[in-house]
């Protein structure tokens, strides 16, 4: 009887823990969210003819962008470094961003953390020809 009260004490605090490391990654990793969100957008039509290097990095992405711009357009990015999980498939967001001439595009489902790093990286570089 002793043992099954000592043993539930112990499982009991497991869960606790769990429970708190849980939440703690919650809040670090809204916190890296917000942090990306706020690297501020740079109006392409602002920026010089140039190739620019931006990188960003979080505790679980890491990356580093080469962008061309010419004549206000955006009209390259080289994905140099792009360390992650699962996250391979938010490159497909590149293309689009030259389309749309811009960094702002949709976050690829699955690949959030990914997504928004590559769009953080993307705004470092062309803040750097902003005029």
């Known amino acids: ?31 890296t969210y917000k942090r990306l969100d706020e690297v501020q957008i740079v109006d392409v039509s602002q920026v010089k003819d140039g190739t620019y290097h931006g990188e960003e990095e979080t505790a679980l992405v890491k990356v580093s962008v080469e962008v061309t711009v010419k004549n206000h357009r955006i009209t390259d990015i080289c994905l140099l470094r792009h360390e992650n999980g699962k996250g391979y498939i938010a490159e497909s967001m590149i293309p689009e961003m030259i389309e749309k001439n811009t960094s702002e595009v949709d976050t690829v489902s699955g690949a959030t953390m990914s997504s928004k790093t590559i769009k953080a990286a993307l705004r470092n570089a062309l803040a750097k020809g902003s005029k």
């Open 1 to 31: 009887m002793a043992y099954e009260k000592d043993f539930f004490k112990i499982i009991v605090c497991i869960g606790l823990v769990v429970c708190a490391i849980a939440l703690f990654m919650k809040v670090q990793i809204y916190k």
